[in-house]
């Protein structure tokens, strides 16, 4: 469904510019949960933005269920870390926007529009502005406004970055029972080794300097995931391997030398 081919992308700059990624060839079947993890600065968001139509490859391409991507385009749903929700606009107003915009009829827009309101769980808070919501609602509502343009692909920055960590599990058990009853291809990027294992069929390590893949590790945990998978010995193990891998190719600080103060 989605497939980078020598995708490099290099910002011209004094001292020779900065490659952020280079030559990545990865493939993304269909209805498969990706993930890309890995040091701040590696390129994970340079790849996104790629998929997107945000940013220009400077050599190689990305290609979305066979065509190359030429500007973002209604097959792909976008989710960042800033809620970027329209803040004049109500939840449900939110997540008509793209229906709106594509034309789709009054009825079916808001038929739609409900749907996915209930799936993340905010038929309540339909007619409510986004600043009267907390963090993680506002993520809901941003997870269901790019369902809502039923998109074949979801491209996912760290959409859950900016919250507390207990609010953050209950979103990925959340994001997971919803794509489980409406599958999509997602790719996904954060920096958390644990959302990583927890959501994904595969897990691709990029390191950097410049920007590429290098691991890949496959998940094998059985579906549907809750929080008790995270408790589970398998999960322990496919962390500390992902863990790893991150951490091989960024060498721990050693231990400081200075004493503690008593
Ligand atoms: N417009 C730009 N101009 C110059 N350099 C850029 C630009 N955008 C990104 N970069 C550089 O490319 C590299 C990769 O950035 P990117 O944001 O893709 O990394 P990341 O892995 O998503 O990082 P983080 O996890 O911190 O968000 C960084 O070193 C960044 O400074």
């Known amino acids: 469904m989605i497939s980078f081919r020598d995708t490099t992308r290099h910002f011209p700059g004094p001292d020779g510019g900065f490659t952020a990624v280079d030559g990545i060839d990865l493939d993304v079947a269909e209805g498969e949960f990706t993930v890309l993890v890995g040091p ?16 220009e490859p400077s050599r190689g ?43 789709v009829p009054r009825a079916e827009r808001r038929r739609r529009a409900a749907h996915f309101i209930e799936l993340v769980g905010l038929t309540e808070f339909a007619d409510a502005l986004p600043k009267t919501l907390s963090g993680g ?53 954060t920096h958390d080794v644990d959302e990583a294992v927890f959501l994904a069929d595969r897990v691709v390590v990029m390191a950097a300097r410049p920007g590429r893949i290098h691991r890949t590790v496959p998940i094998g945990l059985p579906r549907p995931r809750t929080a008790a998978t995270r408790l589970t010995e398998a999960f322990t193990a496919l962390r500390t391997d992902v863990w790893r891998a991150v951490h091989e190719q960024q060498p721990l600080n050693p231990p400081s030398t200075v004493p503690l103060e008593r």
């Open 137 to 189: 609602m506002r993520q809901r509502c941003a997870i269901a406004r790019a369902y809502a343009a039923d998109p074949r692909v979801l491209l996912m920055d760290e959409p859950f970055g900016a919250l507390d960590s207990l609010t953050r599990s209950r979103l990925q058990e959340q994001l997971l029972e919803m794509w489980e009853r409406e599958r999509r291809t997602v790719l996904f990027v």
């Open 40 to 55: 701040s600065g590696c390129g994970k968001s340079t790849l996104l933005g790629i998929a997107a139509g945000l940013t």
């Open 61 to 103: 391409e990305v290609r979305v269920d066979g065509r190359p991507v030429r500007g973002p385009g209604p097959d792909r749903g976008m989710v960042f870390q800033q809620y970027a929700l329209f803040p004049w606009l109500t939840v449900r107003g939110n997540v008509e926007f793209g229906l709106r915009t594509a034309r």
